[in-house]
């Protein structure tokens, strides 16, 4: 028995014909609108989702907050590694009798804080702006009740020192204000 040869498979060529194209987009799910009034070009951002809808709206004066922040942890940083004394003398209004290696490590510290702030200054994603907050946040309440408590143990209340306490308790609602702004979900119209 001979066996004839098959006759040549016609291709269609999908590229070319529109009507097969989109019958093709229609039974994938791809091309048409979803609940949320977004076009997928393709089934990989219909199943990854549009990065669009990640996006952060951010509350007024967000950055410039970070930026503040970013920059005042710095400089009072490099003022606590380069001149340890003289912040201490500042803000207790008496000279610093032990050695200044704690005032060097809380410059560290906040040297650390301060680049954070600058990491969050540059990005993007809710999650990092929102943790940078938090940091800075727990800075200001734990230095608030350092400082407190130091200004009780030692029973004097300097007027810098008084100003240092209200500063970071403003700093601290502002930035809480802010947290909460981020974390809150946007309301749907």
Same mark, same amino acid.
């Given at each position: 028995m001979v066996s004839k040869p098959h006759p040549p498979?016609?291709?269609?060529?999908?590229?070319? =014909?529109?009507?097969?194209?989109?019958?093709?987009?229609?039974?994938?799910?791809?091309?048409?609108? =979803? =609940?949320?009034?977004?076009?997928?070009?393709?089934?990989?951002?219909?199943?990854?989702?549009?990065?669009?809808?990640?996006?952060?709206?951010?509350?007024?004066?967000l950055r410039v907050w970070i930026l503040v922040s970013a920059v005042g942890f710095t400089v009072m940083a490099l003022m606590a590694l380069v001149f340890p004394n003289q912040l201490y003398e500042v803000v207790f209004e008496e000279e610093l009798s032990s050695t200044s290696i704690s005032i060097r490590l809380y410059g560290g510290a906040l040297l650390s804080l301060a680049l954070i702030m600058w990491n969050g200054l540059y990005t993007a994603e809710k999650i990092i702006i929102q943790w940078t907050l938090l940091s800075e946040a727990c800075y200001f309440a734990v230095q608030f009740l350092v400082t407190?408590?130091?200004?009780?143990?030692?029973?004097?209340?300097?007027?810098?020192?008084?100003?240092?306490?209200?500063?970071?308790?403003?700093?601290?609602?502002?930035?809480?204000?802010?947290?909460?702004?981020?974390?809150?979900?946007?309301?749907?119209?």
């Open positions: 498979l016609m291709k269609k060529h999908s590229q070319t =014909d529109l009507i097969s194209r989109l019958k093709s987009r229609k039974i994938l799910g791809v091309g048409g609108e =979803d =609940d949320d009034g977004e076009v997928h070009r393709s089934k990989i951002s219909q199943m990854l989702g549009n990065e669009m809808k990640f996006a952060v709206r951010e509350p007024i004066g407190s408590i130091t200004l009780i143990e030692i029973g004097i209340l300097p007027n810098a020192a008084v100003l240092l306490l209200l500063s970071r308790v403003l700093f601290l609602s502002v930035t809480m204000a802010y947290y909460y702004h981020l974390g809150r979900r946007p309301k749907k119209i």
